[in-house]
């Protein structure tokens, strides 16, 4: 069975960046690993033995990896700012790869608009969220079925998305980080509303 050390997650975790796991094991197809949860982009100061959590995030994860391989395979995630792709490029560094498919949905991205945005030798594709979650948003984007992922575990949940996102191939107008920067719109305070 396939372990977290013969994938790129070895690297990820070795720097303490797979946080907050809701799945992180071998998903059954061969070789593959996987992982849900967040990845730290920033860590905050530490003082002592402390342990404090990241101060910027990529919520939302569904990864997965082949053993052997450098970069992951797949991702796809959600970042509050369009702002946060570089950061989280530079922290993933040689886990991402030209061939990869990595899809951001981003908080400050207007609804009608879909991206390429190449970075660092990785393309992403950065799209608005409206579904509220990632999970939603893959299903929508890559057309499937709620219904015939119900019936599977997390293993084959994740399986089935990356399966079907490996195969994916629509284009979107390509756009530079820095434009990505002119047109973002404002950032949205994620604690607004939340009672004290």
């Known amino acids: 069975m396939t372990t977290l050390d013969q994938t790129a997650f070895k690297q990820l975790d070795a720097e303490k960046r797979l946080q907050n796991p809701v799945f992180k094991a071998a998903t059954g197809a061969a070789g593959r690993f996987g992982f849900r949860g967040e990845i730290a982009i920033k860590f905050a100061p530490q003082y002592a033995d402390e342990a404090r959590p990241p101060e910027l995030t990529a919520d939302q994860v569904i990864a997965v990896a ?24 530079d922290a993933m560094g040689t886990t991402l790869n030209a061939d990869g498919k990595y899809f951001l949905f981003c908080d400050n991205i ?46 084959g949940k994740v399986n089935r998305i990356a399966d079907k996102a490996s195969k994916f191939s629509d284009t979107f107008p390509t756009m530079s980080y820095e434009e990505g920067l002119r047109v973002m719109g404002p950032v949205r305070n994620p604690n607004e509303g939340r009672p004290v």
Not at 70 to 85: K, N, P, Q, T
């Open 66 to 89: 082949q053993e052997g391989k450098a970069g992951l395979d797949f991702m796809a995630a959600y970042l509050l700012s369009f702002e946060s792709l570089k950061p989280l490029a």
């Open 110 to 155: 207007d609804l009608s608009k879909r991206y390429q945005v190449p970075y660092s030798g990785a393309t992403f594709y950065v799209l608005p969220i409206s579904e509220a979650t990632v999970y939603n948003e893959l299903l929508d984007l890559l057309y499937l079925e709620r219904i015939d992922l119900k019936r599977l575990d997390s293993a």
